[in-house]
Structures are given as C-alpha cells and as structure tokens.
C-alpha cells in the first residue's frame, strides 16, 4: 500500500501524547512496544483468526520497511519521524500511523492516526465492534502510555 493508498482510507481516530525524552529514544521505545504488543501467541492466532496477510513476526528489527508484526506490515520507517504500518484482513483494510515531532528540548509529541475501511456488512459490523465499542481508542491509548514510560 502506498502514501496515495494510506491516504484515501477514511480517518478513524488519532492520539497522542507527549513524552519526556528525545526523538530517538522514543523511536527506539516505539518499535520494542510494537514488538513486544504483537509478538505473543494472542496476537497471531487472532491474525489467523481474522484472516490477516501478516500473521506473525518477520523481518529486520529495529522496525524497518518489509518488517512484520501479526496483523501489520511495516510500509514506511523514517527513524525518528515516522513510522507506518498497514494491514488487510477479511473485514478491514487499515493503516496506523506514527509520527513523532519535536515538543521542546528533550520533549517528543508522540501521535498515533488509524485510518480503516470496513467493506460490506461483516466489515460494518466488525468496524462497530473494534472502533464503536471503544476498544480501539483504549487500546491505542495503553500503547502510547507504554511507549511513553519505556522512553523515560
């Protein structure tokens, strides 16, 4: 998926949160909360469950373009700027995407913009389920907050 694709799926939601530290040491903080959120067995069988293209860990690490997470597919890393994953399953094609900004000396604005589409009525269902419920925002939010304390 390219920079044109990424884009034209609708916005769902973004967040964000300023964390105590450097670009770098957040960037570092981001890729091993990435790894160490997807990496479990809970992840990969709800890949496998859901009918993601990327199902498990794969690739170079740090996080770079062609790695994998379950359920994502690194599309673009630029170390300390930003960093965006896609994935497509049978209910959601989607795109989270990382930015990191400077917020002062030592100070990082870390924020996080889901963009999804959800075709068809299982889709529709699934998108009221996974974003309406709420549980999405909850769990981007827990993401940010670990990412932030294993920066500091």
Same mark, same amino acid.
């Given at each position: 998926?390219? /920079?044109?694709?990424?884009?034209?799926?609708?916005?769902?939601?973004?967040?964000?949160?300023?964390?105590? /530290? @450097?670009?770098?040491?957040?960037?570092?903080?981001?890729? +091993?909360?990435?790894?160490?959120?997807?990496?479990?067995?809970? /992840?990969?069988?709800?890949?496998?469950?859901? %009918?993601? !293209?990327?199902?498990?860990?794969? %690739?170079?690490?740090?996080?770079? +373009?062609?790695?994998?997470?379950? @359920?994502?597919?690194?599309?673009? !890393?630029?170390?300390?700027? +930003? $960093?965006?994953?896609?994935?497509?399953?049978?209910?959601?094609?989607? !795109?989270?995407?990382?930015?990191?900004?400077?917020? %002062?000396? @030592?100070?990082?604005?870390?924020?996080?913009?889901?963009?999804?589409?959800?075709?068809?009525?299982?889709? /529709?269902?699934?998108?009221?389920?996974?974003? @309406?419920?709420?549980?999405?925002?909850?769990?981007?939010?827990?993401? $940010? !907050?670990?990412?932030?304390?294993?920066?500091?």
């Amino acid at each position: 998926m390219n /920079a044109a694709d990424r884009l034209a799926l609708p916005f769902v939601d973004r967040h964000g949160t300023v964390v105590a /530290a @450097g670009a770098d040491a957040v960037w570092r903080a981001l890729g +091993e909360v990435l790894d160490r959120s997807w990496a479990g067995g809970g /992840a990969a069988g709800y890949a496998r469950l859901v %009918g993601c !293209a990327d199902r498990t860990a794969s %690739g170079p690490r740090p996080l770079t +373009e062609g790695s994998a997470l379950a @359920g994502f597919r690194v599309a673009a !890393a630029d170390p300390g700027r +930003e $960093l965006v994953l896609v994935g497509r399953h049978r209910f959601s094609t989607y !795109a989270l995407i990382f930015r990191l900004d400077e917020a %002062g000396p @030592g100070r990082t604005v870390l924020r996080a913009e889901t963009r999804a589409r959800f075709p068809g009525p299982a889709g /529709a269902l699934y998108g009221r389920l996974v974003i @309406g419920s709420g549980g999405h925002a909850i769990g981007v939010r827990r993401l $940010l !907050a670990a990412v932030r304390r294993r920066s500091g």
